[in-house]
């Protein structure tokens, strides 16, 4: 149990093109879901936390217009990479939390690459 | 100061062997601890937790000193599937949101060699 998905798990795309990610609870409802950005040799860095139905609280730094968050139902949320630059590249990570636990389910990530 | 700090590594080891990491923390008011491990471009998985009085699984040896604010994981008996990266995790505790928030350390990059 508590399977968390992630779509697609690598991505490339031009300069200035959007990009959208999708994380997917698959056999629990997350009332809670946690985007993270992980540069080579570094730590994951929380990006933004969205509750379902309501507005993600974004972490410090991270642009909330650059990085669109909607977490419109209790198994899926989505991350926009608007605009997206090379210095976006990253591996980005999702998790989520349900009712019955505060455990962090993470998700396979997904590999961006912007050329 | 990072928040959760830790030795890059590598640790290069050869099976059999017995390796330790180490994880300081800077926030007092941390709540729980964590190892988890990471393979290479794959998502963290989680190791085990830390308590207060130390807790074994199988090879594994984890304990948390609060005085210190010091982490430790001991790998016994080290095999070839050892190898990964291994992330020190603290969780602040809840937010205003209901949630809790985790900080993950850089990582310690272990290779177990034949």
């Known amino acids: 149990g508590a399977v968390v998905s992630q779509h697609p798990s690598r991505v490339i795309c031009k300069s200035g093109t959007s990009v959208k990610i999708e994380c997917r609870s698959l056999?629990?409802?997350?009332?809670?879901m946690f985007w993270y950005r992980q540069f080579p040799k570094q730590s994951l860095m929380l990006m933004a936390t969205s509750n379902e139905g309501s507005k993600a609280t974004y972490e410090q730094g991270v642009e909330k217009d650059k990085f669109l968050i909607n977490h419109a139902s209790l198994t899926l949320s989505t991350l926009t990479v608007t605009s997206a630059h090379p210095e976006d590249s990253s591996f980005y990570i999702c998790?989520?939390?349900?009712?019955?636990?505060?455990?962090?389910?993470f998700g396979p990530g997904t590999r961006l690459t912007v050329l | 100061r990072k928040e959760v700090e830790q030795d890059p590594g590598p640790f290069n080891v050869p099976e059999g062997a017995t390796v330790a990491f180490n994880c300081t923390y800077s926030?007092?008011?941390?709540?729980?601890f964590f190892w988890y491990r990471q393979d290479c471009r794959k998502e963290p998985k989680l190791l085990m937790s830390?308590?207060?009085s130390g807790n074994e699984d199988g090879r594994f040896t984890a304990q948390l000193n609060r005085a210190s604010q010091y982490i430790s994981l001991l790998i016994r008996d080290s095999k070839l599937s050892d190898s990964a990266t291994y992330l020190c995790v603290v969780n602040m505790g809840k937010f205003s949101g209901g949630y809790n928030k985790l900080i993950f350390g850089a990582g310690t990059r272990l290779a177990v060699h034949p």
């Open positions: 830390v308590y207060s």
């Open positions: 056999d629990f409802q997350a009332t809670t």
């Open positions: 926030n007092s008011a941390s709540q729980s």
């Open positions: 998790s989520a939390t349900g009712l019955a636990t505060d455990t962090q389910y």
